[in-house]
């Protein structure tokens, strides 16, 4: 039997929790106790999940609408999530939304760059005060399990160089996520905000069988395996009395804890750490 930490009445945030994965794991928090927010697009999918985890036994559950692919959009949820509460013990990002090619969002970015990165890391970094403030702040990346040869140009990231293409899009942008989660764990060694890449496996969920999914994504999304399954180590890196071995780190097989370092290209990490910075900062936004 695994120790739990405490979480009846600590605060979780949810970037994508009105279904999939990150609803899965918001139930569970709900289960145990915890206040819970849902950062989602969809209002009435918002409202439903509400009510849902608040018969799972939330302590609290409140909704948030946000659009999560500008930089405007981003720092209003930050804001939004810190009026909600000051101090923050966990935070998880599942958004991910279907779409049919090369999309580019009002702030100029590759769609799929910035709501599955961008969004993320700019989150994070704006967040991470509240969660240190917690004395053991939490933030999941719910990913695939990608390599590092996934990595893509970082001189060309918005495909303005390079044919884009959807597999090549979607897979880049989680790399990008693991090099995050290695760069945010070095710079934040030695406070209280722990992070990792939770991730999952085909899974069945409403964006993976949208018809606007390319066909192979929905075979996948027909045959995978279910939401509480592929959210078990979600689950477990926010509960886990402590995760100290997870910091840092890729939890690749949801079926078991192993965590695993990242290890990629350190200066990859760091340059991408400023590239982010400057994103930001080109559209009105400061991240510390």
Known sequence: MVNERAVS?????FFGGT????????????????????????EKAGVDTV???????????????????TAAGIAAAARDVLEWRSV???VTHSAMSAFQGKQITPDGLE???????????????????????????????????VLEVMIPDLNDL????????????????????????QEAARRWRGGAVSIAA??????????????????????????GTTPEKSARNIVAFLTHASVSDANGA?????????????????????KLWEITTQIAAERGVKLP
């Not at 009445?9 to 945030?13: E, L, S």
């Open 111 to 145: 769609f799929t760059f910035a709501l599955q990165y961008f969004a993320r890391a700019a989150v994070n970094r704006l967040l991470r005060d509240a969660l240190e403030a917690s004395g053991d702040g939490r933030i999941a990346h719910v990913s695939g399990s």
């Open 88 to 90: 923050l013990h966990g």
């Open 9 to 13: 009445d600590a605060n979780f945030v």
């Open 19 to 42: 279904a999939g994965m990150g609803r899965a794991a918001a139930m569970e928090l709900a289960r145990r106790g915890a206040n819970v927010l849902v950062v989602a697009r969809d």
């Open 198 to 223: 939770c991730c999952a496996r085909p899974t069945k969920t409403k964006a993976m069988l949208d018809k606007r999914m390319p066909f192979i994504m929905r075979v996948m999304g027909r045959f």
């Open 51 to 69: 009510a849902a985890l608040t018969k799972a036994g939330a302590a609290s559950a409140r909704f948030v609408e946000a659009d999560l692919s």
């Open 250 to 270: 890729a939890l690749r097989n949801p079926s078991r804890w192993r965590p695993r370092p990242i290890g990629w290209n350190c200066e990859k990490a760091a």
């Open 158 to 181: 918005q495909y303005e160089k390079r044919n884009w293409g959807f597999f090549r899009a979607v897979l880049g942008t989680q790399a990008l996520g693991f090099l995050h989660v």
